[in-house]
């Protein structure tokens, strides 16, 4: 068995047992009046202690987060040498035929490495996602294969990955745990090609594609990470910062809109850095009470769920 066969039967493997260990259904991620559940994780980046959690172990939809980690395999081969930035990625009937947000660039048409990355990391396009996949991969089944064998690696205990897009998929599910994970492994073992995520625009050929993450240059010390919308998962985003030295990830997922999951995401992590202070001054945080106190909503996987906004994009990941 070559290395290359023996790396794919692993990730099988791997997929094999998250299967027989973790349900599959969908209805695990969406609530019984229909709508996705929302779940949430601050965790202090450095010393990967939990500050705040709802639901942060329970199996959801990550929509768009998938491409963190779709982006992490593509570092660790350009690391290892297998692949070069300027090496290129052709757009295969495959990559073209999936649904927005997407680039829109033709069959047999391609783009170099180094370009792929920005635009899934900053317009979150499913095509390139696909296309990187198949690069890298083979195809994107082995690929989802190598997704889900490294998050079994970096410890991702409810996560499996059916493709490299996020797409919706009802084998294909994380929790915000496993997204805060992720997040602060792509920082530690990344930390350069990290940069790609805090980027607000991104300009390919005539057209520049504006980041979907609103935080950025907006929240303080915040550089990354990536957002995500189905109908599956609701709004998501998983969001990094880093004040007086101190980095936090914030994880939100199964949010009713763009504008109440960035606005969890800003409470989480203004309550966080204050949470961190209190300890550096010798007190005691009580982060319930601090993001009670802050306006953020306690307990809301039990409450009733509301209804998603509406986007302008088709049945798929608009973000």
Not at 73 to 89: P, Q
Not at 126 to 153: C, I, Y
Request: proline share 4%.
């Amino acid at each position: 068995m070559t290395l290359v066969a023996f790396r794919y039967w692993l990730a099988g493997m791997s997929l094999a047992l998250a299967t027989l260990v973790t349900p599959l259904s969908t209805a695990q991620a969406i609530s019984p009046l229909g709508g996705p559940r929302f779940a949430a994780v601050l965790m202090d980046a450095d010393t990967n202690e939990i500050l705040y959690a709802e639901q942060a172990t329970a199996i959801r939809h990550p929509a768009s987060i998938t491409k963190v980690m779709t982006l992490y395999i593509v570092f660790d081969a350009l690391d290892a040498g297998r692949l070069r930035l300027d090496d290129r990625v052709v757009m295969t009937p495959r990559a073209v035929s999936q649904r927005p947000s997407k680039l829109g660039i033709g069959v047999g048409q391609s783009l170099s490495v180094e370009e792929a990355i920005s635009v899934v990391a900053v317009k979150s396009a499913n095509d390139v996602a696909v296309a990187l996949a198949e690069k890298v991969g083979g195809s994107e089944e082995n690929f989802a294969r190598l997704m889900t064998a490294k998050a079994r690696q970096l410890g991702m205990r409810q996560t499996v990955f059916a493709n490299a897009s996020g797409l919706p998929d009802p084998a294909h599910f994380t929790s915000a745990q496993d997204i805060a994970i992720l997040s602060a492994a792509m920082i530690r073992h990344h930390p350069d090609r990290y940069r790609c995520f805090s980027e607000q625009s991104y300009s390919y050929g005539r057209l520049r594609l504006a980041n979907h993450n609103k935080l950025l240059g907006v929240v303080p010390g915040l550089d990354g990470i990536k957002t995500g919308f189905t109908n599956d998962s609701g709004f998501t985003l998983t969001a990094s910062a880093i004040r007086g030295g101190r980095r936090l990830i914030a994880v939100v997922l199964g949010s009713p809109s763009g504008w109440q999951r960035d606005r969890d995401i800003t409470t989480l992590l203004n309550t966080g850095f204050t949470a961190l202070d209190i300890r550096r001054n010798g007190g005691i945080e009580d982060m319930p009470a601090l993001l009670s106190s802050a306006g953020f909503t306690l307990n809301r996987s039990l409450r009733p769920v509301p209804q998603l906004a509406t986007l302008d994009v088709e049945e798929g990941d608009g973000e």
